[in-house]
């Protein structure tokens, strides 16, 4: 169950950043943010009330933290993608944030088979490949795209460790806290923002597919938290982290775009990977 949990996971997240991309291409980067990041948490209150829950203060701060770091970690990414240190940045983020469960998990004693744990090095492997994107950053953005994906992927990572610190009878407020935490945090920084520049907020089709990302990032969130109550989260975490395989899989099969060697060799390694933590 955890495993199917874990690609829906994937899905969700890999088709959300799809839906937000492709607002980002007629506004601005924190325009889309605020309007996805309002209609997740609006969301959020929707799946929190519609489940029972005996919640504690401790849940519902891990998921404050949770938010607070996981928008944080987008906003590195987003920062070192359009310095155009794409290649530098996607592949490494998505194995820090990958590692940074596993390596959680690990320490804490959880210990899955061995040919689980093949499966999930393949997992990591496949997420660097498929997140790939063609081309060279410039020598000297390198060092700092590097930096900038380390500090990403650290924080995306440890999202998904304060999630797996939140009880099961919690219900979903963890992720209710976490979505109003982040949208809080984009409210103050387009409020900041605007004070020097314009923020182009999306219209139109682009505003839909920033509430499309928006509904997305929410459902992906609340799938995740069951994926961590239902299995380990070494197993979990690198199955999450191949959200960009869908992705460049959508841009693929919707807009035409060609998929690298590379990125067909992550695809073909992710399925791999899957059939063993599947299998295990």
Excluded: K
């Amino acid at each position: 169950m955890a495993v199917a949990l874990g690609v829906l996971v994937a899905i969700a997240f890999g088709s959300g950043d799809f839906l937000g991309g492709r607002a980002a291409m007629s506004a601005s980067t924190p325009g889309v943010l605020l309007v996805s990041q309002c209609c997740a948490a609006v969301g959020a209150v929707v799946v929190a009330l519609a489940v029972g829950a005996n919640v504690a203060i401790a849940d519902l701060l891990y998921g404050v933290c949770a938010g607070a770091v996981n928008v944080v970690g987008l906003g590195l990414l987003y920062h070192g993608l359009a310095r155009r240190t794409m290649s530098v940045v996607a592949p490494v983020a998505a194995v820090v944030a990958s590692m940074v469960p596993v390596g959680w998990g690990l320490a804490n004693g959880e210990r899955p088979g061995l040919v689980v744990l093949v499966g999930v090095m393949l997992e990591i492997g496949a997420a660097a490949l498929v997140a790939r994107e063609p081309g060279r950053a410039p020598r000297g953005a390198m060092a700092e795209g590097i930096v900038t994906a380390v500090l990403a992927g650290c924080a995306l990572g440890a999202s998904l460790v304060l999630y797996a610190q939140t009880s099961s009878a919690s219900g979903f407020w963890p992720v209710l806290t976490a979505r109003v935490t982040a949208a809080s945090l984009v409210i103050a920084f387009v409020w900041w923002l605007r004070r020097s520049r314009e923020v182009r907020m999306p219209v139109g089709n682009a505003r839909g597919l920033a509430l499309g990302a928006g509904a997305l990032d929410v459902t992906a969130a609340s799938l995740l938290l069951l994926a961590l109550r239902e299995g380990l989260i070494v197993v979990v975490a690198p199955i999450a982290a191949l959200a960009p395989g869908f992705t460049v899989v959508l841009a693929w099969a919707l807009l035409g775009e060609r998929l690298g060697v590379l990125q067909r060799v992550g695809l073909a390694i992710a399925l791999c990977g899957l059939v063993l933590v599947s299998s295990g």
